[in-house]
């Protein structure tokens, strides 16, 4: 049973910096479910589903990035559990293409 989601966007320098799959690494490592993607608007948007202590670990993160990002702002908000549908068949954690 999932105990929190929560939806960020993630802005500043993080898109062609290898964001994305520093996120997919980070979250399969806690074992959560969700998604990332990059969006058109040059930020990253990922939801993150799990107990409230590893969701939290991992926006703390997402503030931080990989080494060749700059995280300029992050917005955390509840998510709906329909936005974890997004994801691939079958996968806990997908990379989900730009929209």
């Known amino acids: 049973m999932t105990d929190t989601i929560r939806h960020v966007t993630i ?6 910096v290898g964001y994305r799959y520093f996120v ?3 979250a399969r490592s806690r074992d ?8 058109r608007d040059g930020s990253v948007e ?8 590893a ?3 991992m926006i703390t993160a ?8 700059r995280v300029d702002a992050l917005r955390d908000e ?7 549908k997004l994801r691939e068949a079958g996968e806990r954690f997908s990379v989900l ?3």
């Open 32 to 39: 959560l479910e969700g998604w990332v993607r990059n969006r």
């Open 55 to 57: 969701v939290a670990t």
């Open 78 to 84: 509840a998510a709906n559990p329909d936005m974890l």
């Open 46 to 53: 990922a939801v993150f589903a799990g107990p409230a202590g």
């Open 11 to 16: 802005s500043g320098r993080v898109q062609g």
């Open 24 to 26: 997919e690494h980070e």
């Open 62 to 69: 997402c503030r931080r990035g990989p080494s060749s990002a």
């Open 97 to 99: 293409p730009t929209i």
